[in-house]
């Protein structure tokens, strides 16, 4: 990292990623500053807000640099947690990480910390951004931590004016490196799942905003062998809490989830991982936004050869990507793929970089 004129501010979350991306600027000379945002706030005993900001504040004691503390919990409410609830609502399974990074950490945040005089941010993150005229977005070298599929989303123009210290690190670099620098956060705990339901059971907080809405649960022909509490609490391919028993007449494969119908609000499940309905042959995914622009086999027409994620830390699928229509890409996988999720993220590769993404409308079947 080259010395660069100018305040860089850090999204200092109370974590260990952030804490050491902050460190190593400070190490590379840049001037640095804090900011930590709220997005959240429940007194219920699974949100660690509070925590997470005194850790925030020890950490700058240590670093010796200024902390600043913003709220964007209504931005928040707006821009992603009403979109999390739609989504759900339709049938899909959403990924809010995606939306808050677009429009809080490099959309609102980004503002807010150039209010506060920064030329640029840095966060956390395990990706790389290629310096150039247009910022490319690559994968982090720690392929178990890589984040790029959660930035897909963010705009080249924010992508400039972003850092990624720990972009070419491994997860167990940062913890030593915190632990040598005496940073009381280097063995914390990762953070895990959607950031607002942290570690609370999912259906309970579910259930706080979205009615339960019980009904049948059906095989393929239609046959009806159980009930479901709500279609918004079952994912593609999932296989536990789906209340079937041990059925005499159906040996004992277990049961998974293969299809929503939202109209009828019947929850569809077959037997056996293997049964055809739980693979498709590719995907069209809808609103694709390209990180540096469309690719220019796209722009011409043609096939574009690349790889896919249909979910995070899943490895690359081998596919070819065609136009369909203006924001409309037809996917087809080399080879099938397990219970691909409407709702969820295509995210599009072609080496290490990442080229853009686009939501699952639908998988595709041949058959």
């Given amino acids: 990292m080259h010395h660069a004129a100018g305040k860089t501010i850090v999204a200092l979350s109370g974590g260990v990623d952030s804490a050491v991306a902050a460190l190593r600027l400070i190490r590379a000379g840049h001037e640095v500053e804090a900011l930590h945002m709220t997005n959240w706030d429940d007194d219920d005993g699974y949100c660690t807000a509070a925590q997470d900001y005194q850790d925030a504040r020890t950490i700058c ?94 705009s080249g123009r924010a992508l400039a004016r972003s850092r990624f210290p720990l972009g070419a690190m491994t997860k167990a670099e940062v913890r030593l490196q915190a632990n040598e620098a005496g940073l009381p956060v280097y063995a914390k705990k990762d953070s895990t799942g959607i950031c607002f339901v942290g570690e609370r059971p999912f259906r309970d907080f579910l259930r706080r905003f979205l009615p339960e809405r019980p009904g049948d649960t059906e095989t393929p022909s239609g046959e009806v062998i159980g009930e479901h509490c709500g279609l918004v609490y079952y994912t593609l391919g999932q296989r536990q809490g789906l209340g079937i028993g ?20 019947v929850l569809i499940v ?97 058959n």
Wanted: hydrophobic content about 35%; glycine content about 8%; overall charge positive.
């Fill in 246 to 265: 041990g059925r005499s007449d159906a040996g004992n494969e277990p049961w998974f989830v293969a299809d929503k119908n939202n109209s009828r609000n």
């Fill in 61 to 154: 004691r240590e670093l010796d640099i200024p902390l600043h503390r913003v709220n964007f919990i209504k931005e928040y409410r707006e821009r992603v947690f009403a979109d999390f609830l739609r989504e759900y609502r339709a049938g899909r399974t959403p990924n809010p990480d995606i939306l808050c990074n677009r429009e809080i950490k490099f959309g609102v945040f980004l503002d807010y910390a150039r209010r506060l005089g920064g030329v640029r941010i840095a966060t956390g993150h395990y990706a790389q951004v290629a310096p150039g005229p247009t910022p490319k977005l690559l994968k982090g070298r720690d392929r178990a931590k890589d984040q790029s599929y959660f930035l897909h989303a963010v």
């Fill in 270 to 366: 077959v037997q056996g991982r293997d049964h055809p309905l739980l693979w498709s042959d590719g995907l069209f995914a809808g609103n694709v936004h390209w990180i540096t622009g469309e690719p220019a086999e796209l722009k011409a027409g043609q096939e574009l050869r690349c790889t896919l994620k249909t979910r995070y830390r899943q490895a690359d699928i081998d596919c070819v990507a065609r136009k369909r229509a203006e924001d409309q890409i037809e996917v087809r996988f080399d080879s099938e793929q397990w219970a691909v999720t409407p709702g969820q993220y295509a995210v599009f590769y072609r080496d290490q970089e990442c080229l853009g993404g686009g939501a699952i409308a639908t998988a595709l079947k041949d």
